[in-house]
């Protein structure tokens, strides 16, 4: 479960977790109690940046305190004295007790923030939703369910799912650009529903998932590589788009790019 809260598996082993979340109703009220409390800790808990004037003090009394000890071992005998471990306890023994609950309160600050600091590549919201992307792109392969209305036919795809859905997602056609539709099937991703249109690249499928979202300023491109997928992400309008295939990121972003100019034509 925690793995899968990370979104450190594989699209096929989330594929499991997923099945078995769906028939199992204790792991998925854990999930859900899992997830909320993930969530309300990444939107309460205070950050605090430790200012450098600490480091320095700290520094400062360990190379004092190393450096004492180390000159008492040089009074009893010998101009390079052996550092024992038990003199490298000693150490530590003999620093102030005020140091050493500064230096254990740092130690669990650090551990308890790196329980909930984000990967750095995203948040974990996003990683979780990036894993959800590829696993059902890899399960539209796998399963032979690319589409639910297969049409290159984008006035037969848009219908269909303006019919299926509480929104009305863009649909171009592209096969001019050397990615031509195939058609457009349902999802469910981020807990919402989503429209999936497929193109093919070559030999490739692009899954392009679209669903409403706020709008923002700007069209500012965001690029994932995991599990040898690519994904591209962008925000047009009153939609977010994440575009998903193991196209390279140049044939990718010049879908993304083709996209956007087809759309704004019409």
Request: with cysteine; hydrophobic share 40%.
């Amino acid at each position: 479960m925690d793995a899968y809260l990370d979104g450190e598996l594989d699209p096929i082993t989330s594929q499991k977790v997923e099945q078995h979340l769906r028939d199992c109703p204790k792991c998925e009220q854990a999930y859900e109690v899992e997830t909320a409390m993930a969530h309300a800790i990444g939107q309460a808990a205070p950050y605090y940046k430790a200012p450098p004037e600490l480091r320095e003090r700290i520094q400062v009394s360990l190379r004092e305190t190393i450096g004492a000890s180390t000159s008492r071992g040089a009074e009893g005998g010998g101009s390079m004295p052996v550092r024992r471990p038990e003199a490298v306890r000693g150490v530590f023994f003999d620093m102030p007790w005020n140091w050493l609950a500064l230096a254990a309160a740092i130690a669990l600050a650090a551990i308890v923030a790196s329980s909930f600091l984000p990967k750095p590549w995203q948040p974990g919201a996003e990683q979780f939703l990036a894993t959800q992307l590829i696993a059902s792109h890899v399960r539209s392969l796998m399963a032979d369910h690319l589409t639910d209305v297969a049409s290159s036919d984008q006035h037969t795809v848009k219908p269909w799912l303006d019919v299926k859905l509480d929104f009305a997602a863009p649909v171009v056609d592209l096969s001019g650009d050397g990615f031509p539709l195939i058609g457009g099937r349902l999802d469910y991703l981020d807990n919402h529903s989503a429209a999936a249109l497929v193109y093919q690249r070559r030999k490739h499928f692009i899954n392009l998932f679209i669903w409403p979202t706020t709008p923002v300023d700007g069209k500012e491109q965001k690029i994932v590589e995991r599990e040898g997928y690519h994904l591209v992400h962008w925000i047009d309008g009153d939609f977010t788009y994440w575009a998903v295939s193991d196209v390279s990121v140049g044939d990718l972003q010049n879908f993304q790019r083709l996209f956007g100019k087809q759309l704004a034509a019409h």
